[in-house]
């Protein structure tokens, strides 16, 4: 289906359109939809939309939303789509999955998902006096075992993105030395509002070419003559030249907020005493 897109002419678009009707199975209408994006994210989303509102798989989510966040005028159609028929909730959670263990950043996107799956809670940032009672609830009866439980939920994607033993590949830093390293206080703040500070060399950046396609990742390197980003998506360095860059922007953290929203009050108290006991030589239960 890749190839066929890769024609780029209007027969290409007309067998794509008629492979994700809903005539054909799901699985190849998710991978049309997604190849079909390339030539008209417009025609993309209507296909993309049917498919989010009913009940589907892991895999098929994974495909279409990193179709349209690859491509820079491709998410504001989804979005726009999904206004008349919003994905159902179990779809938008995967949804949400797939945009946190990917690192790509979308707010209009994320507060669409986030809204169909029940989760717009609006988590405020907490007062003095809140954050004290907070921490003392956290050291007094928080329980590491259930929080390294949450840690590992898939639906959160924080195994995905961090590791606490020194696993390579993951998008955001090691957190195995946390508990040593920040106070609960900091944990707590750095959960609810993950743009206050982002630790150095996790600063994300997005590029859009000429050619539309949009990366996002850390810089690995700037010259007059190259631009380097390791793409979160594909897992690739992109070696760019200065001249085929149409924009770039600075997108601060890929944690993205919000995630307290998916928590009761206990979970959130359990989750921060497990992270804020990490690298300590008590030891709290690994996930």
């Known amino acids: 289906l890749g190839g066929l897109a890769s024609y780029g002419d209007a027969k290409a678009r007309t067998a794509l359109e008629l492979l994700a009707a809903a005539d054909a199975p799901v699985a190849t209408r998710a991978d049309a939809a997604a190849a079909l994006v390339r030539l008209d994210p417009e025609r993309a989303a209507g296909p993309s939309v049917d498919l989010l509102a009913g009940q589907l798989d892991s895999r098929s989510v994974q495909v279409l939303i990193q179709a349209f966040l690859r491509h820079h005028d491709a998410v504001p159609k989804l979005v726009a789509a999904m206004k008349g028929k919003p994905p159902s909730p179990d779809t938008a959670k995967l949804g949400l999955r797939e945009m946190a263990s990917s690192g790509r950043r979308d707010p209009a996107l994320a507060a669409i998902l986030t809204h169909a799956a029940g989760l717009d809670r609006d988590p405020k940032p907490m007062d003095a006096a809140a954050l004290a009672a907070f921490v003392l609830e956290v050291r007094q009866r928080g329980n590491p075992a259930a929080g390294a439980e949450i840690f590992g939920r898939a639906e959160l994607g924080c195994t995905t993105c961090h590791s606490v033993d020194g696993t390579p590949g993951k998008i955001g830093p090691d957190l195995g030395a946390l508990g040593t390293a920040q106070t609960v206080e900091y944990i707590v703040g750095a959960i609810l509002e993950p743009q206050r500070e982002v630790k150095e060399g996790f600063m994300a950046h997005e590029i859009v070419t000429r050619e539309g396609d949009t990366f996002q990742g850390y810089l690995r390197g700037e010259t007059a003559q190259e631009v380097q980003l390791w793409d979160h998506v594909s897992l690739r360095l992109v070696r760019l030249s200065p001249d085929r860059i149409e924009s770039r922007r600075t997108l ?34 690994r996930p």
């Open 252 to 285: 601060g953290s890929l944690m993205p907020s919000g995630l307290a929203s998916m928590l009761t009050q206990d979970e959130f108290r359990d989750l921060v005493r497990y992270l804020s006991g990490l690298g300590r030589k008590s030891g709290t239960a």
